[in-house]
């Protein structure tokens, strides 16, 4: 599917196909797996009370602090355990919520998130919310313009989620490819549907890029991923 064009259901299904064959190929790494140090039975769970009340709480407030909705923090939860993925990266934090999704899938992969913020207010409220989550040894927020803090990081990264400003796709993909994702990694771009129109350049670059197979999906029907694997030889 094309940046522009109409979602309807047959190509919900098809992309659909594409991402489960995505997945198929990105998990079961076997150096990932030879060292990932599971989370233990001690690990903070989605369904442990307080972060039900958390989320459904975070959840709520969603369309002040532009979260992801619900099912796509379960998707990032979801593709998190899947591939197995260790060393993340999260540009726009907001208030903590896909923050949280993800923090919690690494709970079971015994991985870290590093998550970039702007507004000094939502890089508070975030720290607050990963703390009341009871996950801050496992998630570093960092206060600033990811555009700069990228920079920074040493990476590289296994999957990095790219939810900040959308016109500013293709500068995040030139500072994190190829040093910072590593081969087999993941890069997963949101609103590739919604606000499809804001990283056109970007969408037709990747689906283009020879070194990736990328698919456009929804899980609301709404917002829309853009997933990109990195293939592990190009
Ligand atoms: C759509 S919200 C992120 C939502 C969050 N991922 C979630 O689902 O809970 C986008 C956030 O990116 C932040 N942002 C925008 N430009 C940024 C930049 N250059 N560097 C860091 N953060 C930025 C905004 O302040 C805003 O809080």
């Avoid at 709520?60 to 992801?68: A, D, E, L, N, P």
């Avoid at 540009?91 to 998550?115: D, M, N, P, Y």
């Avoid at 029907?221 to 694997?229: E, K």
Wanted: charged share 25%; glycine share 8%.
């Amino acid at each position: 599917m094309k940046a522009g064009q109409s979602f309807g259901r047959r190509e919900f299904l098809k992309t659909t196909g594409e991402a489960l064959s995505l997945f198929t190929v990105a998990i079961h790494l076997p150096s990932q797996i030879a060292n990932a140090t599971e989370g233990g039975s001690k690990r903070i769970k989605r369904e442990a009370p307080h972060i039900r009340r958390l989320l459904d709480e975070m959840d709520s407030k969603g369309s002040r602090f532009w979260s992801v909705p619900q099912k796509d923090g379960e998707l990032l939860y979801f593709i998190i355990k899947a591939t197995r993925s260790r060393n993340v990266l999260e540009v726009g934090t907001s208030h903590g919520f896909s923050a949280i999704w993800i923090g919690l899938g690494l709970e079971e992969t015994g991985g870290k998130l590093t998550t970039i913020e702007i507004d000094k207010e939502r890089y508070n409220l975030a720290r607050k919310h990963v703390n009341e989550a009871g996950l801050s040894q496992r998630i570093t927020s960092i206060r600033g313009d990811a555009h700069v803090e990228v920079t920074k990081l040493e990476g590289p990264f296994d999957f990095v989620f790219l939810d900040a400003d959308k016109e500013g796709q293709m500068d995040y993909f030139n500072k994190l490819f190829p040093k910072k994702l590593v081969p087999g990694g993941i890069l997963a771009v949101h609103n590739a549907i919604r606000h499809a129109h804001s990283m056109k350049d970007y969408l037709d670059m990747i689906q283009k890029h020879p070194d990736f197979d990328t698919v456009i999906l929804s899980v609301t029907m709404d917002d829309g991923f853009c997933l990109s694997y990195r293939h592990r030889v190009s």
